[in-house]
């Protein structure tokens, strides 16, 4: 089975643009959860997403928002980029039976945004 | 509020010898517990989770984990570390069937030849 596929792998913005980052779950896996890790402040939850909608969200501001497609790929957009965005964007997908809380998660290798 | 905390941003360890992470967590209700290890250029990778059943728990690569809840502990070892152990270590908490999951900040774990 493929594992989590996540693109572009690398990706140099400056500030103020948008960028959309990409997230291919495993095969037969509804949910979708995105995570943000920075030296600073570790993991951080962004949000999940389940057949389709928002199942939760974490303390980010609305310039942070996903979306899942029929096939349960998922989205990441930030727009307005500030300096701080800078950070390895992670994905992970799981059943969805239960929730971040206790599904097992498979992450994907991650997305680096630099924001110049 | 659920926490975490990981004792240790770096841990240095020979070839050979026991590996231990320490996790200490704060949880209103019982938890699910998770240790997560990240190789360079890598997502994360589940080692071991513990969902209330037996409180050793036994993970992928040799590693094991033992919840204590008097102690609010649930510390990661491994009898001889091998260099390919060379990763950084995350620790988890979240409530049973929750919607939240709380990472601490995680533990580089160094082998020496």
């Known amino acids: 089975k493929a594992g989590v596929t996540q693109t572009p792998r690398y990706l140099i913005k400056t500030r103020g643009q948008q960028v959309t980052l990409s997230c291919s779950p495993i095969?037969?896996?509804?949910?979708v959860s995105w995570y943000q890790q920075t030296p600073g402040q570790g993991l951080q939850f962004l949000f999940e997403?389940?057949?389709?909608?928002?199942?939760n969200k974490g303390n980010f501001p609305g310039r942070f928002s996903g979306r899942q497609f029929s096939n349960s790929r998922s989205e990441m957009n930030v727009s307005t980029l500030e300096l701080g965005d800078s950070a390895l964007y992670l994905c992970?997908?799981?059943?969805?039976?239960?929730?971040?809380?206790?599904?097992?998660?498979?992450f994907g290798p991650g997305t680096r945004l630099t924001v110049l | 509020a659920q926490s975490v905390t990981q004792l240790g941003s770096h841990v240095s360890v020979s070839e050979g010898a026991l590996v231990l992470l320490r996790c200490n967590y704060s949880?209103?209700?019982?938890?699910?517990l998770f240790w997560y290890v990240q190789y360079p250029n890598q997502g994360l990778q589940l080692l071991l989770k513990y969902t209330s059943a037996a409180t050793l728990v036994k993970g992928i690569n040799g590693f094991e984990a033992e919840f204590k809840k008097s102690e609010t502990s649930f510390h990661l070892t491994k009898p001889s570390a091998h260099m390919s152990d060379a990763a950084e270590y995350f620790c988890a908490v979240s409530e049973a069937q929750g919607d939240k999951i709380i990472f601490g900040k995680g533990t580089r774990l160094h082998i020496l030849p």
């Open positions: 095969s037969g896996h509804r949910s």
């Open positions: 949880s209103s209700v019982p938890p699910y």
């Open positions: 997403y389940f057949s389709e909608t928002q199942r």
């Open positions: 992970a997908s799981s059943t969805g039976t239960s929730g971040v809380g206790s599904d097992t998660q498979y």
